[in-house]
């Protein structure tokens, strides 16, 4: 089914994480023989706020209700509280496995757009924003299901 692969690939990108030395997942990776899932490269190994994996946990705990992935949102906003904190904001990072950290003093915009308002979700009563009266976009705004339009109201052909 559709859940089960999602949850094991979220399960799988959840390993990435606890096998970094920041505990935060590098931009890419890939398999290469021996090598387990990490970014080999510099170019790969950068963190910056990303919120795909903190959006699939929001979205796993609401409709499992799993505690895992409470637990691995719950870890993912330490690891970032810890690494990426600075004096005036929140900054990516050069190298997930490298201790100590080097920021690359940027603060994307999805972070606190995107990733810590999934991160807020996760943690919040079902009755925060429930899944059933509201859609989120690609940029998690929260848009309202819409029932009940009357046939016709909406133009669904290309101009």
Not at 6 to 22: G, K, M, N, Q
Not at 38 to 45: D, I, P, S
Not at 137 to 152: F, R, S
């Amino acid at each position: 089914t559709r859940l089960h692969n999602d949850r094991s690939l979220i399960h799988f990108a959840s390993l990435f994480l606890h096998v970094s030395a920041t505990k935060l997942g590098p931009e890419s990776f890939y398999f290469s023989g021996s090598v387990e899932a990490r970014g080999t490269m510099a170019k790969q190994r950068y963190y910056i706020h990303r919120p795909e994996v903190i959006e699939a946990y929001f979205y796993l705990w609401r409709v499992t209700k799993d505690q895992k992935y409470r637990d691995w949102g719950w870890e993912a906003a330490q690891a970032i509280e810890k690494y990426c904190r600075v004096d005036n904001g929140y900054s990516g990072i050069r190298d997930v496995d490298a201790l100590p950290v080097t920021h690359d003093d940027v603060q994307q915009s999805f972070l606190l757009a995107e990733t810590f308002k999934y991160l807020y979700l996760l943690f919040s009563d079902d009755s925060t924003v429930p899944l059933d009266k509201w859609v989120f976009n690609t940029e998690a705004h929260p848009l309202p299901v819409m029932d009940g339009i009357p046939k016709g109201r909406i133009k669904t052909e290309l101009i």
